[in-house]
């Protein structure tokens, strides 16, 4: 994994769109990143907790629905500057009529065509949407990754981020009281959802950062809610994000500062 400082970040997305869609741990990502592409530091508590703000780090707020914990909840953010276009589209179901209406825009040939596309819905889909919710999840990815791929060209690298590894005491915006009591399976459920989807994406060709993988032993920086993560861990996601582009299109990634064994002080107190 590169760790990316400000510049790196800058050069490495110099002259590009990333689309960001997803959930609110994807809504946390975009921000971390529009943070990086100005400062060198992370990303505050308050503002990863913060949602449909009218600007974020000099981002600006392109459209949102009424301030609702509600599945038809809809946002969207674009942090633009001469040099790159980042934008976040919240979403809760991996397909519907207002994914489909994103997707159209990417055939819009007054809209630029994104150079990265980087996704992940699963835990609204498989907790808000009934007791078929699981089944039509998998049903909606295999429709979403057969428009997506009349609608961007193959020269776009798309993305899937797995979802991330919750609490069996879990508890968020996506958790309704009735389902507030079931969430000793939403582990499980988690695991076989990636499973799935990892599964439909390969066989589309997608790239696919196991990321549930990487934060299985970075549990500590998980939120007390047991599903969003901490400044730390969203600098991590970042990094991993950013090194998994540059590699994909054939850059190298920066690496941290090694130290010679002379240049290291010792403490002989411990």
């Known amino acids: 994994?590169?760790?990316?400082?400000?510049?790196?970040?800058?050069?490495?997305?110099?002259?590009?769109?990333?689309?960001?869609?997803?959930?609110?741990?994807?809504?946390?990502?975009?921000?971390?990143?529009?943070?990086?592409?100005?400062?060198?530091?992370?990303?505050?508590?308050?503002?990863?907790?913060?949602?449909?703000?009218?600007?974020?780090?000099?981002?600006?707020?392109?459209?949102?629905?009424?301030?609702?914990?509600?599945?038809?909840?809809?946002?969207?953010?674009?942090?633009?500057t001469d040099n790159y276009l980042i934008r976040f589209y919240f979403i809760t179901r991996i397909f519907n009529k207002c994914v489909k209406t994103i997707l159209d825009d990417f055939m819009d040939k007054e809209q630029p065509t994104p150079d990265v596309v980087f996704v992940n819905s699963c835990l609204w889909d498989i907790s808000r949407y009934g007791r078929n919710s699981k089944k039509e999840y998998i049903n909606n990815l295999e429709k979403f990754c057969t428009e997506l791929d009349k609608c961007v060209p193959i020269e776009t690298c798309i993305v899937w981020r797995t979802t991330l590894p919750v609490s069996q005491r879990a508890r968020g915006g996506f958790l309704s009281k009735e389902i507030a009591n079931c969430t000793n399976t939403l582990v499980v459920d988690v695991l076989l959802a990636n499973?799935?989807?990892?599964?439909?994406?390969?066989?589309?060709?997608?790239?696919?950062?196991?990321?549930?993988?990487?934060?299985?032993?970075?549990?500590?920086?998980?939120?007390?809610?047991?599903?969003?993560?901490?400044?730390?861990?969203?600098?991590?996601?970042?990094?991993?994000?950013?090194?998994?582009?540059?590699?994909?299109?054939?850059?190298?990634?920066?690496?941290?500062?090694?130290?010679?064994?002379?240049?290291?002080?010792?403490?002989?107190?411990?």
């Open 195 to 270: 499973h799935l989807a990892h599964t439909i994406i390969t066989r589309h060709k997608y790239d696919v950062v196991d990321m549930h993988f990487l934060f299985t032993q970075q549990q500590q920086r998980r939120e007390k809610d047991g599903v969003h993560w901490n400044m730390f861990a969203h600098r991590r996601m970042t990094n991993i994000f950013l090194t998994h582009i540059a590699e994909a299109w054939g850059l190298g990634v920066p690496v941290p500062p090694s130290y010679n064994d002379a240049d290291v002080i010792f403490d002989p107190r411990g």
């Open 1 to 80: 994994m590169g760790i990316f400082s400000s510049d790196h970040a800058q050069k490495l997305l110099h002259n590009k769109f990333i689309v960001i869609i997803g959930d609110s741990v994807q809504r946390s990502a975009y921000k971390d990143l529009v943070v990086l592409l100005q400062e060198n530091r992370f990303i505050k508590d308050k503002e990863l907790r913060t949602k449909g703000e009218t600007s974020f780090c000099n981002d600006r707020l392109v459209h949102r629905s009424e301030l609702t914990n509600g599945t038809n909840y809809q946002e969207i953010r674009e942090y633009k």
